[in-house]
């Protein structure tokens, strides 16, 4: 086993450490920056969809969550994303022009089966964004679009779901193009970003002292606040469930906006609060967000661009992670969240890869 984990304590830190390989695997080949495309091998054609369903459970619904803002930001096409559990049951409006979109590390998970399997009887075209060869989705859905992440052992989710971000611009890019509502010159930029992904999340792994060191002032903490804006809101989503799973903290997520209509009471000097700084459109408005944190005696945690040099003057810690492309910046930003989640995790002396009542893959309901 020690053979299997490559020298790592845990399953998941070998996993998280894998991210720059598993991107170049997910992107390496199907990027076309030349045509200012990516080719991803599916017959179906983006003009005949009308809108798009992300079904997903976990982690995975998060990337759909992300799947959902680019799709709509880059390729104008409106679409959702749902956990599968209310998707399967709630009698969802679904027709010849919609595109049901699974999302599986597994593709066994029972309720996005069953969440497909209801999209493919009212009639919707079935995509499986999958990691798992030949799974029982991949033999549900019309195409597949793999992942390619490898073997994923530890039960909290890690290297998937960077993957599975990657595979959501992917898709984004190919809707957009065929669609004709983002410039070649425009794709092109944004696939040269995607290419250095591997090398950026390298550069964000290489935070771990720092995340360390603050994971070692906070793991006794009762609670946690994660908070995120536009794409950076999966981020935060992800980043709390990360830290509940494996270190069993509360934790909470909001969009940063949200805050004032509720957490905002939780707020006081025991709170670490997690926010997601980087820059992007909605910067000015998460720094006012910051504020109001700090207001109340919250402790703010910052993950921010670098060179930012407002950031220090607000945050009590601050993870400064390489400049990308504000709408690719969740794919880098998860990073720091799972080695935090990890590194709590580790301190309480948690079981990182079997935590209590989880299981790595659902299959009954
Ligand atoms: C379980 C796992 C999670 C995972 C979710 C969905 O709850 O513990 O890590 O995100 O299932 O799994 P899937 O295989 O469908 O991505």
Redesign the pocket.
């Known amino acids: 086993e020690a053979a299997e984990k490559g020298g790592f304590p845990h399953y998941m830190l070998k996993e998280i450490y894998e991210q720059p390989w598993v991107l170049e695997n997910t992107l390496g080949g199907r990027l076309r920056e030349e045509e200012g495309d990516v080719d991803l091998g599916l017959a179906l054609d983006p003009r005949e969809v009308e809108r798009v369903h992300f079904i ?5 619904a998060y990337a759909g969550w992300y799947g959902k803002y680019l799709m709509e930001i880059l390729a104008r096409i409106p679409a959702e994303w749902e956990v599968a559990s209310e998707y399967r049951y709630r009698d969802p409006v679904v027709d010849g022009k919609t595109l049901a979109v699974a999302i ?3 593709g ?2 029972i309720d ?1 089966l069953e969440g497909i399997r209801e999209a493919k009887a009212k009639g919707a075209r079935t995509l499986g964004v999958i990691n798992a060869k030949g799974s029982s989705i991949t033999r549900e859905v019309e195409e597949v679009l793999y992942i390619h992440a490898g073997p994923e052992i530890g ?3 890690t290297k ?1 779901y960077t993957a599975m971000l990657a595979a959501m611009a992917l898709l984004a890019v190919r809707f957009a193009r065929a669609r004709g509502t983002l410039s070649k010159e425009a794709a092109q930029a944004l696939i040269r970003e995607m290419r250095k992904l591997p090398r950026l999340v390298e550069e964000a792994l290489e935070k771990r002292p720092i995340v360390a060191h603050i994971a070692e002032k906070y793991h006794q903490a009762q609670d946690f606040l994660f908070l995120g804006r536009h794409v950076q809101a999966p981020t935060a989503y992800e980043g709390a469930l990360k830290l509940k799973e494996i270190s069993y903290i509360h934790a909470e997520a909001y969009p940063a906006g949200e805050m004032k209509h509720g957490p905002i009471a939780l707020i006081d000097e025991r709170l670490p609060v997690v926010v997601l700084a980087t820059r992007g459109p909605l910067y000015e408005k998460t720094l006012s967000n910051i504020q109001e944190v700090r207001a109340r005696g919250g402790k703010v945690i910052a993950v921010a661009t670098e060179g930012d040099e407002e950031i220090p003057k607000l945050a009590q810690d601050v993870i400064y992670l390489p400049e990308v492309h504000p709408l690719l910046a969740p794919i880098v930003s998860v990073v720091p969240l799972q080695l935090l989640a990890y590194e709590v995790a580790v301190l309480l002396g948690r079981d990182v890869d079997q935590p209590r009542n ?5 299959t009954v309901e």
């Open positions: 997903a459970c976990g982690t995975a599986s590390q597994s066994e998970t996005t039960v909290a989710s998937a989880l299981a790595k893959s659902v």
